[in-house]
């Protein structure tokens, strides 16, 4: 059993970013009545930030505490992968609410996602991890920054992909009024794009760690495979949208597949593979 | 002729043949899961064969990929990569081996070697001497670091120590040496056959202390019955507490089953058995290790990078290039024309 001291700021984080969810609905049915950016939605995108922020500072503090009590970071259990997922996409959407004022509706879809790890960890029993001796290595902090970010990457890009889908709703095309299919289609894009790099380096990054580790730098186990189908997927999105006039609901389809394909290779292999990488014993 | 060629050659650079080959490799890679033995290495170097293909006749052909210098970088790194990935699959060599401390390395003793057709590595000129090692564990069997002491020729008639262990391994003539999970303990017996001259040799226990439980096995000396040995240890392994296992620190009995004797052998007790009489001179222990060879690691790695480095490249001059747009656009109030940007 655990002595989980870090579970009351985990809750204190989740209910930050529960408010926040709120306040993106709110931001939304406020932007349809005024159907323009005045300042009752400047301002309640300023709340949601402070509240997304003051979240991760909460999930920095579950995260340090239990990091302070094992001796090592949360890299390793599915309870430490979520509640370390929780803390970095909310961190990186921040920045990106913050610099990217157009995306900012899309918090209504990327909450929400972001709800699918919060509501998980909950049911999580938070027992103590084992650090194995192979995760001594530098390349862990590599690996795992870039994942992070290309995680996020790919969640900003679903987010804006699912308002694409949102907007032709009978009803709800007035709360995404702002922006156009085709603006909406480029940005979500981009921020595949850029994914793409991330995980490349992610990929590269966990190839050197795997060959340190266990003297091999690639051997198809379950996460991998899925690691590696999911940065083809993006190559392949990419590579449709340039060979076919694909219609912008359909490219938003394929982003909501590959973000659902990286959530696959992050949280449901640890179900079929006993450990992260079958090599951890 | 030329004009049929240029045709050829267009087609087998088109991007719709390259989504072909990359859902091809998806199912490939998706066979490949797990590194199935009835899977054929072909579901993987088909699409890869295909889309090398495909990319090398964009390079050449299509000034969309040529002209643009990180999206040619980035392709250029796609193709280095399935490259020497072949490379070193026709190059490398794998196989594993158990060390006893005190033993030379000899490569005659390795287990299931495997190696790709031209492998032309120098196994037989690596040199070390398995040492002692050490391997901390935390309470509830929770293995920590692996410390495993090589003796190494200096290069000058002498030697030099080298500490590897889990995450760094020793790398000889290019063959890197990686600890394993696997060690145990090794009874060193001697066996005088009757009227013959005395061997002796070691017999492998099984893996401690996962096997903890059962630590025997068998040999059947020449001109003798098969005798069944059981190593009763005393590691100072506890579950509760943190335990370190070292091979010097440990000591054991060894139980002797041969025909309808049992005996209890202490160190340096001997017994005559059918056939001859059996020694306990002493008890060592073994380390396993994995040995890879494979030339192209590193410039896989610098190939990989050059990619990634090209594809940022390419999409900070395009977005650049995009934002510049965007704000002229937004200058001049016309439709928007965002398409597959
Ligand atoms: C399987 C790995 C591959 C990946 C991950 C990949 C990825 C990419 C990416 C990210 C771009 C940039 C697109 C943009 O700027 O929006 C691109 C462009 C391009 N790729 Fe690939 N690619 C791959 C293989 C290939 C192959 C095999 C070909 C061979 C034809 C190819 C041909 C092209 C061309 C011609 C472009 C430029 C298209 C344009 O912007 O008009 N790629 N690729």
Same mark, same amino acid.
């Given at each position: 059993?655990?002595?989980?001291?870090?579970?009351?700021?985990?809750?204190? $984080?989740?209910?930050?970013? !529960?408010?926040?969810?709120?306040?993106?609905?709110?931001?939304?049915?406020?932007?349809?009545?005024?159907?323009?950016?005045?300042?009752?939605?400047?301002?309640?995108?300023?709340?949601?930030?402070?509240?997304?922020?003051?979240?991760?500072?909460?999930?920095?503090?579950?995260?340090?505490? @239990?990091?302070?009590?094992?001796?090592? #970071?949360?890299?390793?259990?599915?309870?430490?992968?979520?509640?370390?997922?929780?803390?970095?996409?909310?961190?990186?959407?921040?920045?990106?609410?913050?610099?990217?004022?157009?995306?900012?509706?899309?918090?209504?879809?990327?909450?929400?996602?972001?709800?699918?790890?919060?509501?998980?960890?909950?049911?999580?029993?938070?027992?103590?991890?084992?650090?194995?001796?192979?995760?001594?290595?530098?390349?862990?902090?590599?690996?795992? $920054?870039? #994942?992070?970010?290309?995680?996020?990457?790919?969640?900003?890009?679903?987010?804006?992909?699912?308002?694409?889908?949102?907007?032709?709703?009978?009803?709800?095309? @007035?709360?995404?009024?702002?922006?156009?299919?085709?603006?909406?289609?480029?940005?979500?894009?981009?921020?595949?794009?850029?994914?793409?790099?991330?995980?490349?380096?992610?990929?590269? !990054?966990?190839?050197?760690?795997?060959?340190? !580790?266990? #003297?091999?730098?690639?051997?198809?186990?379950?996460?991998?495979?899925?690691?590696?189908?999911?940065?083809?997927?993006?190559?392949?999105?990419?590579?449709?949208?340039?060979?076919?006039?694909?219609?912008? @609901?359909?490219?938003?389809?394929?982003?909501?597949?590959?973000? $659902?394909?990286?959530?696959?290779?992050?949280? #449901?292999?640890p179900y079929f593979s006993e450990a992260a990488h079958k090599g951890v014993v | 002729m030329m004009g049929r060629l240029h045709r050829c050659g267009r087609m087998l650079a088109s991007t719709r043949l390259t989504l072909v080959g990359m859902v091809l490799l998806a199912v490939g890679a998706g066979l490949s899961y797990g590194n199935p033995v009835t899977t054929s290495v072909w579901v993987l170097v088909t699409p890869l064969g295909l889309l090398s293909?495909?990319?090398?006749?964009?390079?050449?052909?299509? &000034?969309?990929?040529?002209?643009?210098?990180?999206?040619?970088?980035?392709?250029?790194?796609?193709?280095?990569?399935?490259?020497?990935?072949?490379?070193?699959?026709?190059?490398?060599?794998?196989?594993?081996?158990?060390?006893?401390?005190? /033993?030379?390395? =000899?490569?005659?003793?390795?287990?299931?070697?495997?190696?790709?057709?031209?492998?032309?590595?120098?196994? =037989?000129?690596?040199?070390?001497?398995?040492? &002692?090692?050490?391997?901390? +564990?935390?309470?509830?069997?929770?293995?920590?670091?692996?410390?495993? +002491?090589?003796?190494?020729?200096?290069?000058?008639?002498?030697?030099?120590?080298?500490?590897?262990?889990? =995450?760094?391994?020793?790398?000889?003539?290019?063959?890197?040496?990686?600890?394993?999970?696997?060690?145990?303990?090794?009874?060193?017996?001697?066996?005088?056959?009757?009227?013959?001259?005395?061997?002796?040799?070691?017999?492998?226990?099984?893996?401690?202390?996962?096997?903890?439980?059962?630590?025997?096995?068998?040999?059947?000396?020449?001109?003798?019955?098969?005798?069944?040995?059981?190593?009763?240890?005393?590691?100072?392994?506890?579950?509760?507490?943190?335990?370190?296992?070292?091979?010097?620190?440990?000591?054991?009995?060894?139980?002797?089953?041969?025909?309808?004797?049992?005996?209890?052998?202490?160190?340096?007790?001997?017994?005559?058995?059918?056939?001859?009489?059996?020694?306990? /001179?002493?008890?060592?222990?073994?380390?396993?290790?994995?040995?890879?060879?494979?030339?192209?690691?590193?410039?896989?790695?610098?190939?990989?990078?050059?990619?990634?480095?090209?594809?940022?490249?390419?999409?900070?001059?395009?977005?650049?290039?995009?934002?510049?747009?965007?704000?002229? =656009?937004?200058?001049?109030?016309?439709?928007?024309?965002?398409?597959?940007?």
């Amino acid at each position: 059993m655990s002595e989980a001291t870090e579970l009351p700021w985990l809750w204190a $984080g989740l209910s930050a970013y !529960a408010v926040a969810t709120i306040l993106a609905f709110r931001g939304v049915v406020i932007l349809a009545k005024t159907s323009a950016i005045s300042p009752p939605v400047r301002s309640n995108e300023r709340l949601l930030l402070l509240l997304l922020v003051s979240g991760v500072l909460l999930l920095a503090m579950a995260l340090g505490v @239990r990091w302070e009590r094992l001796g090592h #970071g949360p890299f390793i259990n599915l309870y430490e992968l979520l509640a370390s997922q929780l803390f970095s996409l909310g961190l990186i959407f921040a920045l990106v609410y913050w610099r990217v004022p157009a995306l900012r509706t899309s918090a209504v879809v990327v909450m929400p996602l972001i709800w699918l790890l919060g509501s998980w960890v909950l049911m999580l029993e938070p027992s103590d991890s084992h650090f194995p001796p192979t995760y001594n290595n530098n390349w862990l902090w590599v690996h795992v $920054g870039f #994942g992070k970010v290309f995680l996020s990457f790919c969640l900003v890009a679903a987010g804006l992909a699912g308002i694409i889908l949102l907007r032709g709703v009978p009803g709800l095309g @007035r709360w995404f009024a702002h922006m156009s299919d085709a603006a909406l289609d480029q940005m979500a894009w981009r921020f595949m794009m850029l994914a793409l790099v991330f995980d490349s380096l992610m990929l590269i !990054a966990g190839a050197v760690w795997a060959q340190d !580790a266990w #003297g091999r730098y690639w051997q198809w186990d379950a996460l991998e495979t899925s690691a590696f189908m999911t940065w083809l997927s993006i190559g392949a999105g990419i590579h449709a949208r340039l060979s076919y006039k694909i219609p912008v @609901r359909v490219g938003a389809l394929v982003i909501l597949a590959i973000f $659902g394909l990286a959530f696959v290779t992050y949280f #449901g292999t640890p179900y079929f593979s006993e450990a992260a990488h079958k090599g951890v014993v | 002729m030329m004009g049929r060629l240029h045709r050829c050659g267009r087609m087998l650079a088109s991007t719709r043949l390259t989504l072909v080959g990359m859902v091809l490799l998806a199912v490939g890679a998706g066979l490949s899961y797990g590194n199935p033995v009835t899977t054929s290495v072909w579901v993987l170097v088909t699409p890869l064969g295909l889309l090398s293909l495909n990319l090398f006749a964009a390079i050449l052909v299509q &000034p969309r990929i040529n002209r643009r210098g990180g999206l040619l970088m980035f392709h250029i790194g796609l193709l280095s990569i399935v490259v020497l990935a072949a490379l070193g699959r026709l190059t490398y060599y794998e196989a594993h081996i158990e060390l006893l401390s005190g /033993e030379s390395f =000899d490569p005659a003793n390795v287990i299931e070697p495997r190696q790709g057709p031209w492998h032309m590595g120098e196994l =037989d000129e690596v040199e070390f001497v398995q040492g &002692p090692y050490t391997v901390e +564990y935390g309470s509830a069997l929770k293995r920590g670091p692996t410390r495993s +002491y090589l003796a190494l020729p200096d290069g000058s008639g002498g030697w030099r120590e080298e500490v590897v262990g889990d =995450d760094t391994p020793l790398v000889l003539k290019g063959y890197r040496f990686y600890t394993s999970f696997n060690k145990g303990f090794a009874p060193i017996l001697s066996w005088t056959p009757t009227g013959g001259v005395p061997v002796t040799g070691s017999v492998h226990m099984p893996a401690y202390p996962l096997f903890e439980y059962k630590q025997d096995n068998s040999w059947t000396p020449p001109g003798g019955s098969e005798i069944k040995f059981w190593l009763r240890l005393d590691t100072g392994y506890t579950e509760e507490s943190a335990w370190v296992l070292d091979g010097r620190q440990a000591s054991g009995v060894l139980i002797v089953n041969s025909g309808e004797q049992r005996l209890e052998l202490q160190l340096g007790d001997e017994v005559a058995l059918a056939g001859g009489r059996l020694r306990y /001179e002493a008890l060592n222990s073994w380390l396993g290790y994995k040995i890879f060879y494979d030339p192209t690691l590193k410039w896989l790695f610098f190939a990989a990078i050059l990619g990634v480095v090209g594809l940022a490249r390419h999409y900070w001059s395009k977005f650049d290039a995009l934002s510049a747009a965007a704000s002229l =656009d937004s200058a001049s109030p016309t439709t928007e024309k965002v398409v597959n940007r």
